[in-house]
């Protein structure tokens, strides 16, 4: 079992940057793989990036493409997003997700996800 705990969230304006990160308390850090997901203010939660257990796997939902850094630190039990541009419709609960490794790539889908954190909150305002 992993437990995630996100943090670095806060307020900033449009086109500022934010860092989140993520630890997980777990031996065995580089069996998962690791995403990020959000939930906006009266949406359903999406994915918004998502990792290999080795790293050189990653993947994007398109909104953030160009802007969004998923990467991670097997060694430190780290899990990293770098956000820059950032724009109003990115305000969001963020969440750190960990889930089984199943080959060199990652899904960002929730169900490929089993360990979640109690989220971080971005806001970006205009």
């Not at 939660?45 to 939902?61: H, L, N, P, Q």
């Amino acid at each position: 079992q992993v437990e995630v705990a996100e943090f670095g969230g806060g307020l900033v304006q449009a086109g500022g940057s934010l860092n989140l990160s993520c630890i997980a308390s777990a031996s065995g850090f580089d069996d998962y793989v690791m995403g990020w997901f959000r939930r906006a203010p009266g949406k359903e939660r999406e994915g918004v990036a998502c990792i290999s257990w080795s790293g050189s796997y990653t993947d994007y939902t398109g909104g953030v493409k160009g802007r969004f850094t998923i990467s991670r630190d097997n060694a430190e039990n780290m899990l990293y997003l770098q956000m820059k541009s950032l724009k109003p419709e990115d305000t969001a609960m963020y969440y750190c997700a960990a889930g089984p490794s199943n080959g060199a790539e990652c899904e960002l889908e929730s169900f490929r996800f089993e360990y979640w954190g109690q989220g971080t909150e971005v806001t970006v305002s205009s």
